[in-house]
């Protein structure tokens, strides 16, 4: 070995040669190709259910909101149908109580009418009646009574072509019984007083008088009524 330092750094030592070729210099990196093959190894390593997946949970989200929607709707269907029954059952309740209402008040028109009629007619009959007991002369008395049969007998057809409330029936009943009964007393005295018969006169007379009581008592058990 020489002692010369700067011999010594270009010797090449026995034995290092084949181990330095062998070693040689170190390869160079590609980077662009290690890139694109850990892509492409990226791209083949996401799992194939991903997209499946996505589109299966968008379904269940879709699902799920139809789902809430036709419960909601159900519900509220549901809760209108209780609402309408509901309805259904007071406007039942108020249909009874009008259609009471109007029976009540058909009731109450049709004895308003049967009582005007009856005021009216009556009022009539009892002038009529008054004349007849002061008449003091022939004519004036069969005038009178002339004026008091047609009164009556207007009177007695009123009162059946009258819609009479049940509750005067009975009542009603007793007065075209009185009626008649005046008619045909009035009739008699009128016959009388036609033929200078007394007797019819008087008996006619009599009798319309006892007729006309009975009218008035169905006049009062009609004042009756009414309270």
């Known amino acids: 070995m020489s002692i010369n330092a700067e011999v010594d750094g270009i010797v090449t030592l026995p034995g290092?040669?084949?181990?330095?070729?062998?070693?040689?210099?170190?390869?160079?990196?590609?980077?662009?190709?290690?890139?694109?093959?850990?892509e492409a190894a990226a791209r083949r390593g996401r799992p194939a259910w991903i997209v499946p997946g996505a589109i299966a949970a968008v379904g269940l989200i879709v699902a799920g909101a139809l789902g809430?929607?036709?419960?909601?709707?159900?519900?509220?269907?549901?809760?209108?149908?209780?609402?309408?029954?509901?309805?259904?059952?007071?406007?039942?309740?108020?249909?009874?109580?009008?259609?009471?209402?109007?029976?009540?008040?058909?009731?109450?028109?049709?004895?308003?009418?049967?009582?005007?009629?009856?005021?009216?007619?009556?009022?009539?009959?009892?002038?009529?009646?008054?004349?007849?007991?002061?008449?003091?002369?022939?004519?004036?008395?069969?005038?009178?009574?002339?004026?008091?049969?047609?009164?009556?007998?207007?009177?007695?057809?009123?009162?059946?072509?009258?819609?009479?409330?049940?509750?005067?029936?009975?009542?009603?009943?007793s007065l075209g019984d009185s009626l008649s009964a005046a008619i045909a007393s009035d009739q008699e005295f009128i016959t009388g007083m036609d033929n200078d018969d007394a007797a019819k006169i008087k008996d006619g007379f009599t009798k319309l008088g006892a007729a006309m009581l009975n009218v008035a008592k169905a006049e009062s058990s009609i004042g009756t009524e009414l309270n």
């Open 16 to 38: 290092h040669e084949e181990r330095i070729e062998a070693v040689g210099p170190e390869p160079q990196a590609e980077p662009a190709r290690t890139y694109v093959a850990y």
């Open 68 to 173: 809430y929607l036709v419960y909601s709707t159900t519900q509220q269907r549901d809760a209108l149908h209780i609402q309408l029954v509901a309805t259904k059952t007071t406007l039942a309740s108020t249909q009874a109580t009008l259609t009471a209402a109007q029976t009540e008040a058909a009731s109450r028109k049709v004895t308003a009418d049967y009582v005007a009629l009856y005021v009216g007619d009556q009022g009539k009959v009892q002038t009529d009646y008054q004349n007849v007991v002061n008449c003091s002369s022939y004519s004036e008395c069969r005038t009178a009574a002339q004026q008091m049969l047609s009164d009556m007998q207007a009177f007695q057809s009123d009162r059946k072509s009258a819609n009479v409330p049940s509750a005067m029936t009975s009542t009603d009943s």
